[in-house]
């Protein structure tokens, strides 16, 4: 039951964060940034920060527990190993991002005005950043597939 707990959480986390992450998206892709546009992509953040810590707390457990197949299999493995590069892609382009919108968050608490916060070509830099993290995902999910289907085991 374990097992499959652990698939199904790993796999609403995906379509959470995919989600989340587009949204994201489109919320700062309306300019310029107002505060429902602010408010709508705090809102998709929160989901995807919350849906990423799901994601790899799930993963993490999936691949050290050796819940599905032993972790010498993931480790040897060379589609796996492109997804947790794709994954820490992700995770690099995730760090300025949430960083900066911690920053607004903060900012527009103390009573900045949007625009005043939320610089447009930062704005658009998230926007756009969200975009390719979200082309990462679908890799992922390619890669997923693939290995569910027996590529990249080495043997």
Do not use: C
């Not at 299999?73 to 382009?93: C, D, E, R, S």
């Not at 658009?124 to 693939?146: D, N, P």
């Amino acid at each position: 039951m374990l097992r499959i707990t652990l698939a199904a959480l790993h796999l609403l986390a995906l379509g959470v964060g995919f989600g989340a992450v587009l949204g994201r998206a489109f919320a700062l892709g309306q300019r310029p940034a107002s505060a429902e546009s602010l408010r709508r992509a705090f809102h998709f953040d929160t989901q995807w920060g919350v849906a990423a810590g799901l994601w790899i707390t799930t993963g993490l457990w999936r691949w050290l527990g050796s819940t599905e197949k032993a972790t010498a299999y993931y480790n040897t493995n060379h589609i796996f190993l492109a997804k947790m590069g794709l994954l820490v892609l992700i995770l690099a382009l995730e760090v300025w991002p949430m960083v900066t919108l911690i920053r607004w968050r903060v900012a527009l608490g103390r009573g900045g005005a949007p625009g005043d916060v939320a610089a447009p070509a930062a704005v658009g830099r998230i926007a756009t950043i969200s975009r390719v993290q979200a082309v990462l995902v679908v890799l992922m999910v390619f890669a997923a597939a693939a290995m569910a289907r027996g590529y990249g085991a080495r043997g």
